[in-house]
Each structure stands twice: as structure tokens, then as C-alpha cells.
């Protein structure tokens, strides 16, 4: 197991590596120093203010290759900046990253822990509820909405929501978030509920799917035949051994709930790591995007391995080698 | 089970009556709060540093400047602000220029712990001369980075104070980690600014530049403590001096977080409270014509400022929800969407259903021209094409229909142009109409067929003359405007391509010179004619100096009448000479004018009118709301319909019901 878990995090170490390759290259294929300057001082500042921010923010070195000084590169700075975890300052207004993301985590963190948890019980409460009552109308009435709820776009459950429960019927705030306790579930309440709308229709037809293939089984039927009631088959036999699948998608969600959503964050208000994420983008800011993606790769590497465990826990048969 | 479905349902009505839309505490329902919004958070908050409209959003309350414009007059007026009058140009015996600036008395900095770090008990301190001559140090220091560094070199000794402090930087890397003050201390200060006395400072220039006074109106030139700039070094755990604001203005900042909200309140320390007759102390009294009408004087006039106990300025990056907000009652102003204006605005004014509501509307011309410019390098529109170069500008301008793309582009928001000078400026005249700015193709087919290109048709390839439009925008809304400026052009027969290429490569093209016309525009940083006619001075040239002028006109006779407006006051003669620059403009056509635009600001009942300010920086503490007229529109705008909640909960239970029914139907 610990061979395999050194494995693991070795190939894990070249991906991010190869990630940060490649956002290096498709960066500076698009912009150039220049461009990064010119968005922070802005266009009336003179050439040698954009020189001197650019040399203030080591962007005046070469960029990938020096022959008289082969460390003095911007691509080894990238490389020594990343992987010794020093993310330095915003290109866009010099705020230090660590402490955004510190100050972003807890806002995205505020939306998407309740999101999971209540998406989790919907889909799977509701999953088990259709199959229960598979071939009935409840079910196929269920298949119907969940394909229609699928099918439309998060950007339409945004504006809809925002348009219906906010400026209709006035229940919440249509966007904004504010930390103190006194009114952050007003704010809260739409971006749970659009990704609650987005998210269940698909989580519905796959629980669905996977719990109605675990009820066709032996074991159930020897259950039934034993006397146990159906509601306990339900939840004591057949959620245990469909947890497989679940937790597949599950666990990977789990590291993700830090970096926050980039549409709902945006639309809705929410100052998280989503929503500057996408600011980042917008400014020209490599130094913070640089640092989304790492830490985004790195979580996707983590949770990976996370999933590969959970498998051991729910089913005593998985073995890791 | 039927307890526990009634508790629930006791809850879920409980939930449902908390439920409320107002985004903010209930508490500050009552308070004069102003609510407005961001979309890109400032840059910076350092003063000698910002040189952007979000930048100065914050700054413009926070930090008061040495003079101010009067919030009501047009054209633009100075009047003192933390200064006691507006300094008077004293000419030396050697032709250079000196100016007294008096502070005045009992200006206080905000309290903020840099001032105890080295003064141990110390809250804040008086403003002192030795403070304004520290913003002026830190404009002249390389590693401040002052985008008006170039601008203020008339500053006697500025630019060898630079020179100064860089070298010995660079001799010495320990000199570099002495405190900031005592780094310009031991390289000498600047020559020409002078510390006389505890409040009197002489700033000496050496060429005449009247221009100086409105940059002593601009955040530039505002007095900054050391203490601040030494002590806020982004270590330990301490901001960075450029999200550290400590100024002298009436508003402080109470919350700086660039990703939600900025919130400033009322500085108890504010000099306008000790001086209530300062004239940046109290709403002015008298304003220009029409200002009593559209509400601007009122009963505001001659009260002492601010009106507002406090500013929110929350991020809203969409407009729709902005706006959304803003029709509820959650935000005082806004601008109006786009996609929504003919809803809003039909013909000009506000629509009866948003009248109202008490909803006004405010439109102003900014100080701003956007135009079309030429390379006068080159070879064919340009100045070595002599007199054909010349036709074809003029018969180019005179296809150009400024007013109607205003019409398709910007719901007729704005005016169009005939010089490069905006209203609200010296030297603007309404009554001008640029003859080539008259829509005439006839008179431009004629105009092509004197410059010898009949029918658009270049003699020596036979084929329509081929010209190229440089733009640095890609987007698709950009190529639009492009392509209606470029298809005018084409009726005339002329072969003209768009080349949108990315803002460097674009750059790329103009440091060549490789580009033939382009459009650009330009928002004043104070209102003189200057700052507009300057563009096309051949000082400014882009090509021999890398100045703005990037139509790289040069000609000797406008270059001695603007020699000869810049340093004049504002007199008839002046006028005389912009008219002369007009007209020589009107004639070479380095620039299609093509408008002004105009903004529209929407403001509920509650508020006071607020006056486009323009160029301003200090807005805010002339604004006033009445909070309790608001609570009551808000509450009776955004009561909550319950109905549809209790629908959903009741169509759940009946789809439901008959489920657990078969259940347990089945268990038995």
C-alpha cells in the first residue's frame, strides 16, 4: 500500500510539473510581459513606468532560457515559485496570493459545503425514493424532469432563479454576499439552490440508475425472502454496496469545495477563489492564475488518491498494490 | 410522524417569514448611507500612483487635494481645498517661475497606527509643508513608479533628484533599506521644492506652465505621510502603502476589501469641521445658470459638508443584477444597461413607469473626445502625400457620420464632435460647425477626384485605392463600430481593411510607424485646452518622442500657436488662438472628431441631485440621501410573495402522499 501510495504521488509530482509547463507556454503564447504590464499601470503611463513595473516584477528577465545565467529565467522563477509554495504578489494590484487565497477560501468555502452536503442528501434521497418506485408514475415522471433539468444551461438557472425568487417574488437577496452571521443565509440561499437545480437532475439519474442495478441482485432478493422490509433493504443493503460508484464521484468533489464555483461565484457576487479565479483571467494576472491552477491540480491529484482509499473503506474486498 | 410533519412545517413558515431580499443589515436602514458599486476593484490607493476612475473612486473621498474644482461651475473652476488660495505664478529674475502654496491651518491627517509606531501616542498629526514636498519626492523616485514623472520634470531639480536617489540606490544596496524620508533627506531633496515654513512651501519651476495649478487638484500632489509610506511595507504582516490609504479627506476608510465592499465613513478629524467657511467645507451657494432648476442648489446650499454618515461601494460585475438592485431600492445610482435603455429612456427622458417610481435621470458630456487619426508619416494619408494626402482626409471626414453611429452604437449618447476640444473646457464652442464634418459625399467624390483618385480608384494600379484601419480591439462588438466607419469609406470607392490585431501588436505597429489610421480617444486630466491640443503638438509626437500625439502630426504653424495658448491665462487672446489651432485643424484633418459621449445616470427620488461632476475627484461628500423616505419605499417596493412557497410545499405533499400510501399499502 505504501509502495503504491509513493507511486501515486511520484506520477502525481510530473503532472503538476507538465501542468505547469504547459500553463508557462499557453501564457506567453497569448500575452507578453508587456501586455501584464500595460493592464496593471494603465494606459497613460509612460514606457519607463511599464519598465519599471516590469522589472519590479521580474518580468524583464528572459523568458525561458539565459546562457550566462541559466537560473535567471522567468520559467525557473515559475518553477522555484510553484513548487516552493512562495506565490508572491498579484500582477494585478500587488496583493499577496496567500492571503487571498486565504480570504477566498472561506466565502467559496461558506456556499459550497452546504451545496455538497445538501446535493449529496437530495440526489441520493431522492435517488433511492425513484428507485423504490421504479416502473411506477413517480418514477418515470422523475426521468422525464431529471433528462429536462439536465438539459438546461446553468447560466439559464442563474438568471431564472435570480429573475423569479429575486426580483419576482422577492425571498432573496438577487446577488451579494456579506459575511456576518446576521445576514449571510440570505445570500447564500440562491447559489445553493441554482446548484442544487443544475446539479440534481444528473445526480438522480445516475444514483438512480446504480441503485435499480444493486436491486436486481441475489443478496436482495435473499433479503426480501428473509422478511426484511423494503425501506431497510433500501438504506441498510442497497446504498452500502452502491457506495462504489458514489463515492467515484464523491471524494473528488470533496478537494474542490476550496476553489469555489467560477460561474456561480461570478454571477452571484461571492468574493471566493471561483470568482477570482475568473478576475484573474480577465486582468491578465498570471501570477494568481498560475497559482489557481497548481493548487487546482494538486487537489485533483489528492483527490484521486483519496478516492483509490475510500474504495478500501467501503468495500473491504478492494485491495491497493 | 404527524407531530414531526407539523413542526416541520411550523419551521419552513418561519423560514419563509424571515425571508427578505435587503442585502444589507436592518440596522442601517435608518443611517445616511450612500450604496454605489465597483466593477474592477482600484488598482492602487496610493495617490502619487492612481491614475484610473476605479482608483480614484476611493481616493477622491479619502485624500483631499491641495486645490479642488467647485462642485457647480462650468466651465470647470479651481478653488482652494487644503490649500488657503489658489497660488499665483511669481516669475524669477531668470525666467523660471515660483508659486507660494499656503496649507491650511489645522488640516489633520487620519488617525492610523503609523503614526504611533514612531511617535509613541501618537493618533494622527497636522499636515505639514514638508508633507507636500514628500508627495512630490515620491513622484521624482523610480521605484514609486509615477505615471506623471515626465509631466511635473518642469519642477525644478526633479528629474536630478531622481537621477540622484537611483545612482546612490544602486551604489549602495543599503542606502536602499534606510526609511523612505531619510533616503530623499541624505540625496538632497528637490532644488525646486521648498519647505519655507511649518505651512508654506515654494514651488519652483523652470518654464512658464500655468497647467501646474490643475495638477495641484489632482490626487498627484495631496500631502502623504512618511509615516505611512515607511510603516505600511507589505512585511510582517502590514499592507501595503497601496491598500493604505492615510489621508486628509472627509471620509476614512472603514473596510477595504477589494472582492465585496469598500466601506468609508466620516474622518471626526476632517479639516471642514474645524473650518466650516473653507469653500471645500460647504455646498456651494451659487453655481451656473440652470442649477437652481434642476435641483443642484436647493436646500443643500450653504450647508456644511458631508451629508453622508457613510459610502458603500459593493462590487457588482454584472450589470443586470446591479440593476436588478437598483430598481429594488438597494443601490442609490446607477448607470442603465444597454440591452434595457429604450425600455428606460424613450426620446431623451426617463419613462412615465420609472417617473413614477421618483426615478430622475442626470446626462452630462463628459470632458472626453473620441476620434479617428491619421499617420501623418505616411506616405499616402499622410503629410508626404502634400495636397493629395490632404483631399483625402478631408473627403474621408466628410463620410464620416459621427451622428449616426452614435445612434446605432450608443443610443444617441453623446455629441459629435468638430474639434478636438469638449464642452466644459475654455475654448469649447457650441456654435462651431466644422464644415468637414458635415456629412457632403458628393463634395467628397469631388474632393477624391482633386486628390486624384477618381471614384476611389488609385491611377497607378487602376484598382480602388487600398488603405488600412489598425485596431487593437478583436472583440466582435469593436469590429462593428470598425466596420461602419470603414464601410462609409467604401461607398466612396476607397479599399480600406480592418487589421485588429492584439493591443502589443498594435503598439508594435505605431512604435514602426507602420499603420496608416486608427482610432483612439482621450478623457482629460484637467479641463484646459492643453490637455487636448497638445495631442497634436509635435513635442508629443509619437514617432520622435513616443508622446500621445499618435497621429504624429508636426506642423511648425500649429506648433507656435500652441506655444503661445499653453502659457496664457484664460483671456481673449487665448481664445483668438485656439480659434486659429481650429481652424488649421479643420483644414490638415489629421483627426476625423468623431464625438463626445454623453453619460446617463439614473437616481431615485431620495437622493439629492447629484451633478455630473467630470472632472472632480471629491464627489462624495456633496451627495445627500433621506434614509427614512428610502425604508419606506424599499419596504413597500420588496414585500415578499409567500403564495407560490406554500403552492410548491402543498403540489410536493400531493405527489408524495400517494407514494408513501402504496408503501405502505405494500407493508402490510
Keep these: ?321 | 410522524m404527524k407531530r414531526r410533519l407539523a413542526a416541520a412545517a411550523l419551521a419552513a413558515a418561519l423560514a419563509l417569514s424571515a425571508c427578505t431580499n435587503n442585502p444589507y443589515p436592518d440596522a442601517d436602514d435608518a443611517r445616511a448611507i450612500f450604496y454605489s458599486a465597483f466593477d474592477d476593484p482600484p488598482k492602487t490607493l496610493d495617490p502619487q500612483v492612481a491614475y484610473s476612475v476605479n482608483d480614484h473612486l476611493v481616493i477622491g473621498d479619502v485624500y483631499d487635494t491641495l486645490l479642488e474644482y467647485h462642485y457647480l461651475k462650468r466651465p470647470y473652476t479651481l478653488m482652494p481645498g487644503l490649500l488657503e488660495e489658489i497660488p499665483h505664478p511669481e516669475p524669477l529674475p531668470d525666467g523660471r517661475i515660483a508659486y507660494t502654496l499656503r496649507l491650511r491651518e489645522g488640516a489633520r491627517f487620519h488617525a492610523d497606527p503609523a503614526f504611533a509606531h514612531f511617535t509613541p501616542g501618537a493618533d494622527d498629526r497636522p499636515v505639514r509643508a514638508e508633507d507636500i514636498a514628500f508627495a512630490f519626492q515620491r513622484i521624482g523616485d523610480p521605484a514609486v513608479g509615477s505615471p506623471v514623472f515626465e509631466t511635473l520634470v518642469k519642477i525644478d531639480g526633479l528629474r536630478e533628484f531622481a537621477e540622484r536617489l537611483e545612482a546612490r540606490r544602486k551604489q549602495d544596496p543599503e542606502f536602499g533599506k534606510k526609511r523612505i524620508d531619510e533616503q530623499y533627506r541624505e540625496v538632497g531633496g528637490i532644488a525646486g521644492v521648498e519647505v519655507l515654513s511649518e505651512r508654506e512651501l515654494r514651488l519652483v519651476l523652470d518654464e512658464p506652465y500655468p497647467q501646474i495649478r490643475f495638477w495641484l487638484a489632482m490626487p498627484f500632489t495631496t500631502p502623504v505621510p512618511w509615516e505611512a509610506v515607511a510603516y505600511y511595507d507589505g512585511l510582517e504582516g502590514r499592507d501595503h502603502f497601496a491598500e493604505h490609504a492615510v489621508g486628509t479627506g472627509p471620509f476614512r476608510i472603514a473596510r477595504y476589501d477589494k472582492t465585496s465592499l469598500i466601506a468609508l465613513e466620516r474622518a471626526p478629524n476632517w479639516y471642514g469641521l474645524r473650518h466650516p467657511d473653507a469653500p471645500g467645507a460647504v455646498y456651494p451657494s451659487e453655481g451656473e445658470p440652470g442649477d437652481e432648476a434642476a435641483g443642484y442648489l436647493g436646500e443643500r446650499a450653504g450647508k456644511p459638508l458631508p451629508f453622508l454618515d457613510r459610502v458603500e461601494f459593493r462590487r457588482e460585475k454584472e450589470t443586470i443584477p446591479y440593476f436588478n438592485k437598483f430598481l429594488q431600492g438597494y443601490y442609490d445610482i446607477s448607470s442603465i444597461p444597454q440591452e434595457s435603455f429604450d425600455k428606460f429612456v424613450q426620446e431623451g427622458t426617463l419613462s412615465p413607469e420609472m417617473q413614477a417610481r421618483g426615478m430622475k435621470l442626470a446626462k452630462s458630456v463628459g470632458p472626453t473626445v473620441y476620434y479617428i487619426g491619421f499617420n501623418m508619416d505616411d506616405p499616402t494619408v499622410g503629410a508626404p502625400a502634400g495636397e493629395r494626402g490632404r483631399k483625402l482626409r478631408q473627403a474621408m471626414s466628410l463620410v464620416t457620420d459621427a451622428e449616426e453611429y452614435l445612434r446605432v452604437f450608443a443610443n444617441s449618447r453623446g455629441i459629435p464632435a468638430q474639434s478636438p476640444i469638449p464642452p466644459g473646457i475654455f475654448g469649447y464652442d457650441p456654435e462651431y460647425k466644422n464644415p468637414f464634418r458635415t456629412v457632403d459625399p458628393e463634395r467628397a467624390a469631388q474632393l477624391l477626384v482633386e486628390a486624384g483618385y477618381p471614384g476611389g480608384i488609385d491611377p497607378e494600379t487602376g484598382r480602388p485605392l487600398r488603405l488600412t484601419f489598425d485596431t487593437p480591439s478583436t472583440d466582435t462588438r469593436s469590429l462593428l463600430t470598425f466596420q461602419f466607419l470603414v464601410d462609409a469609406w467604401r461607398r466612396l470607392g476607397l479599399d480600406v481593411e480592418v487589421a485588429a490585431t492584439s493591443y502589443n501588436q498594435f503598439q508594435d505597429k505605431v512604435r514602426r510607424g507602420a499603420f496608416q489610421i486608427f482610432q483612439f480617444g482621450w478623457v482629460a486630466d484637467y479641463p484646459d485646452p492643453e490637455n487636448f491640443l497638445f495631442l497634436l503638438w509635435s513635442g508629443m509626437a509619437r514617432s520622435k518622442n513616443g508622446g500621445p500625439n499618435t497621429a504624429n502630426f508636426q506642423n511648425a504653424e500649429y506648433d507656435a500657436l500652441f506655444d503661445r495658448m499653453k502659457v496664457r491665462e484664460d483671456d481673449e487672446e487665448r481664445l483668438e488662438l485656439v480659434r486659429e489651432m481650429r481652424e488649421l485643424l479643420e483644414r490638415e484633418r489629421p483627426w476625423i472628431e468623431l464625438f463626445h459621449p454623453e453619460g446617463y445616470a439614473l437616481y431615485h427620488g431620495w437622493v439629492a441631485p447629484p451633478k455630473p461632476a467630470g472632472m472632480a475627484f471629491a464627489v462624495d461628500k456633496y451627495r445627500r440621501v433621506e434614509p427614512d423616505a428610502r425604508a419606506e419605499l424599499r419596504e413597500a417596493w420588496n414585500r415578499p410573495i409567500r403564495w407560490p412557497a406554500y403552492a410548491l410545499a402543498a403540489a410536493t405533499v400531493l405527489v408524495v402522499l400517494p407514494g408513501i400510501a402504496t408503501w405502505r399499502r405494500e407493508r402490510r
Design chain 1, 1 to 321: 500500500m505504501l509502495a503504491y501510495l509513493v507511486r501515486r504521488i511520484a506520477w502525481g509530482f510530473a503532472t503538476v510539473l507538465g501542468v505547469l509547463l504547459f500553463l508557462f507556454l499557453l501564457f506567453f503564447m497569448l500575452a507578453t510581459p508587456d501586455d501584464i504590464a500595460r493592464r496593471a499601470v494603465g494606459e497613460k503611463a509612460p514606457q519607463t513606468v511599464l519598465d519599471q513595473w516590469k522589472a519590479n516584477h521580474g518580468y524583464d528577465k528572459p523568458r525561458m532560457w539565459n546562457p550566462e545565467s541559466p537560473a535567471d529565467t522567468m520559467l525557473f522563477d515559475h518553477f522555484r515559485r510553484m513548487l516552493t509554495f512562495d506565490f508572491g504578489r498579484s500582477d494585478a494590484d500587488d496583493t499577496p496570493i496567500s492571503q487571498r487565497l486565504r480570504d477566498g477560501s472561506g466565502p467559496s468555502l461558506a456556499f459550497t459545503v452546504p451545496l455538497f452536503v445538501l446535493g449529496l442528501a437530495l440526489g441520493v434521497g431522492l435517488s433511492l425514493f425513484v428507485a423504490f418506485f421504479r416502473d411506477t408514475y413517480i418514477d418515470r415522471a422523475t426521468t422525464v424532469i431529471a433528462v429536462l433539468m439536465m438539459s438546461v444551461s446553468t447560466l439559464l438557472y442563474i438568471i431564472g432563479v435570480q429573475f423569479l425568487l429575486g426580483k419576482l417574488l422577492r425571498w432573496f437577496p438577487i446577488s451579494g454576499f456579506d459575511p456576518s452571521p446576521e445576514v449571510i443565509l440570505r445570500f447564500l440561499a440562491l447559489p445553493v439552490i441554482v446548484g442544487l437545480l443544475a446539479g440534481v437532475g444528473s445526480d438522480l439519474r445516475f444514483y438512480r440508475t446504480v441503485f435499480i442495478e444493486e436491486t436486481s441482485r441475489d443478496y436482495v432478493r435473499t433479503a426480501r425472502a428473509k422478511g426484511c422490509g423494503e425501506g431497510r433493504i433500501m438504506t441498510h443493503h442497497v446504498l452500502r454496496n452502491s457506495l462504489i460508484p458514489i463515492l467515484t464521484g464523491v471524494v473528488m468533489a470533496i478537494p474542490f469545495l476550496f476553489t469555489g464555483s467560477l460561474l456561480l461565484e461570478s454571477f452571484f457576487g461571492i468574493p471566493g477563489l471561483g470568482a477570482m479565479t475568473v478576475d484573474a483571467i480577465n486582468a491578465n494576472d498570471f501570477s494568481t492564475l498560475r497559482v489557481m491552477v497548481y493548487i487546482g491540480s494538486l487537489l485533483f491529484i489528492v483527490g484521486q488518491i483519496a478516492t483509490d482509499f475510500s474504495y478500501t473503506l467501503a468495500d473491504p474486498r478492494v485491495r491497493l498494490g
